[in-house]
């Protein structure tokens, strides 16, 4: 089992940046792949970004290629989302996902536990 808590989502101006963080807690974080994966209104969710345990191997969808950037610090068990240069389609509410069974996770069916999501909006 393990608990995820994502913050830093909010209201940013299309081109602008902002940092989301996953604080994981129940559990070895080194044990899990984790992910990011976001959901706007009326669509499916969408995985986004993946690392492996070890945070050596990160994998992307096309659309934030060159743009995002995940990151996990295993000392504090938390999982980032940098994410530069946003366009109003990167609104959504994004989730933060664990899976215990894989190194790697890219997609969103792969993922076991998930937090409670945290807003994005990106205004044109």
């Known amino acids: 089992q393990v608990r995820l808590v994502e913050s830093g989502g909010g209201l940013v101006q299309a081109g602008g940046s902002l940092r989301l963080s996953c604080a994981a807690s129940?559990?070895?974080?080194?044990?899990?792949?984790m992910g990011w994966s976001r959901q706007a209104p009326g669509k499916e969710r969408e995985f986004v970004a993946a690392?492996?345990?070890?945070?050596?191997?990160?994998y992307y969808v096309d659309s934030v290629k060159g743009r995002f950037t995940i990151s996990r610090d295993n000392a504090l068990g938390t999982v980032y989302l940098q994410m530069n240069s946003l366009k109003p389609e990167d609104t959504a509410v994004y989730y933060c996902a664990a899976d215990r069974d894989r190194v790697l996770a890219t997609n969103v069916n792969n993922y076991d536990y998930w937090g409670q999501g945290t807003l994005v909006t990106v205004s044109s």
């Open positions: 690392i492996s345990r070890s945070g050596s191997t990160t």
């Open positions: 129940g559990s070895a974080f080194t044990a899990f792949a």
